[in-house]
C-alpha cells in the first residue's frame, strides 16, 4: 500500500509537468511544528524590519493556491523579536525646566560649549535665568562678545583689568545691567558709551581708571576716581552727571578739580550723602560755603588737598548733618587730637579707604560685586 503511493509520485525525471499545487492548511502548521518540538512565534512580537514586502502582503491576505516553478528559491530571513524599551530617558525629552536647572550648574566655559550642541539647547544655554550675573575679570573680550553676552539678560556685570573689544550690539533694546564694574579696563571712549547708553538700570557703576565720555548716566553711586582726565573732561563730568546722585567719588584729579567744579557739582547734585575730593590740590576753604548746602551730606573726605589748612576744617563742625571727615595728610597727630576734641560729635580720620561705588573688598579671590556673587566666571584666562 505504501509502495503504491509511492509510485504514484512523479520523478524529477519524468515528463510529468514541474508545476503541481500546494494545497496545505494553515491549522496543520502548528500541528507539524509542535511535534518537532518547535513553538510559534506569537504574531504581535514579531518585527517586520527584516521581511520583505511581498512576503508581508502574502501573509495578510487569504491563503491561496500558488504555483511555485522550479528552482524558484526565496531565502527569507527569519523575523526578530521586538527590542525591549531600553533604560533610561533621552535627552530628547527632558523638559526645558529640567534642562535649565542642570545648565544652572555648569561653569561659563561648558556652557558656551552646550549652546553649540543644537538650536535647543542654543535657546536655552543663553535664557536669562543663567546670565544674571557675568565675571569676566582679566580678560580679553575679543569684538562682538559683549554685544552677544550682556543682551543675555546680565543684571550683574563685573569686567575689571579686562580690554574690552567693540561690543557690536545687535539691537537698540535697553540692557538689565543694574551693577557694573568696568575698573582699570582697557576701552575706547565710543565703545565705552555704546555700553552704557543702554544701561538705562544702573544703579552702581566703577569707571576707576578710564578715559570716560562727556555723557555720564542717571546713577545713584558713582565712583569716577582716578581716570586720566584732563581739567576739559572733569567739567564735562560735573557738568553732566545726575541730581539723582546720592554718592559720588572724584579723587585724584590733582590741578584739575577748580573750586567753580564744586560749586557746579553741588547746583547739579543737591542729595549728596557722600562726597569724596580728595587728592585735588586746588580745593580751598572757599569751597565749605558750598558744602553748607549740601542738606543731606554726612560723608566728606578731603584727604591731601594741601591748601585747607587745619584750623579751618573746624569750620565743617557746622554742617549739622556731617557725621565722618577724612582729612588724611593735612593734619597732624597733634593737630587730629584737637580737632577731635574740638568737634567731638564727628569721626574724623576712621578710614583711610572710601566705598563710594568701590565694588569689590576684599582679596582677589573674591568674585562678589556690591556683596552679589557672580556665578558665571570663566576658569582659566582666555580670549573670548
Known sequence: MHRKHLQEIPSSGSNVSSGFAWDWESGRTAELLSGMGVSVLRKERLGSENTPQELLVAACSPHKKQKVKEKDFVIVRRPRLLREAEPGVSWDALPDELLLAIFAYLPLNDLLKVSMICKRWHCLSFDEFLWQTLDLTC?????????????????????????????????????????????????????????????????????????????????????????????????????HVTSKVTQLNL?????????????????????????????????????????????????????????????????????????????????????????????????INCSHFTTIARPTVGTKKNHEIWGIKCRLTLRTPSSL
Not at 301 to 310: G, K, V
Request: hydrophobic fraction near 40%; proline fraction near 6%; glycine fraction near 4%.
Open 139 to 239: 580678560r580679553n573680550l575679543l569684538p562682538g562678545v559683549i554685544g552677544q553676552l550682556l543682551p543675555a539678560g546680565v543684571t550683574v556685570f563685573r569686567c575689571p583689568r579686562s580690554s574690552i573689544g567693540n561690543p557690536q550690539f545687535k539691537t537698540m533694546k535697553p540692557l538689565r545691567v543694574q551693577h557694573m564694574d568696568l575698573s582699570n579696563c582697557t576701552v575706547s571712549v565710543p565703545d565705552l558709551q555704546s555700553i552704557l547708553c543702554r544701561c538705562e538700570r544702573l544703579e552702581n557703576l566703577s569707571l576707576e581708571g578710564l578715559v570716560l565720555s562727556d555723557d555720564i548716566l542717571r546713577l545713584e553711586e558713582l565712583n569716577l576716581s582716578w581716570c586720566d582726565f584732563t581739567a576739559t573732561h572733569v567739567k564735562a563730568a560735573v557738568n
Open 251 to 347: 579723587s585724584g584729579y590733582r590741578q584739575n578739580l577748580q573750586i567753580s567744579d564744586v560749586k557746579t557739582l553741588v547746583e547739579r547734585c543737591p542729595s549728596l550723602v557722600h562726597l569724596d575730593l580728595s587728592d585735588s590740590v586746588m580745593l580751598k576753604p572757599e569751597c565749605f560755603q558750598y558744602f553748607h548746602q549740601l542738606i543731606f551730606l554726612q560723608h566728606l573726605c578731603l584727604s591731601r588737598c594741601y591748601q585747607i589748612s587745619p584750623a579751618a576744617l573746624v569750620e565743617l563742625g557746622e554742617i549739622p548733618t556731617l557725621k565722618t571727615l577724612q582729612v588724611f595728610g593735612i593734619v597732624t597727630d597733634s593737630s587730629l587730637q584737637l580737632l577731635r576734641e574740638t568737634l567731638p560729635d564727628m569721626k
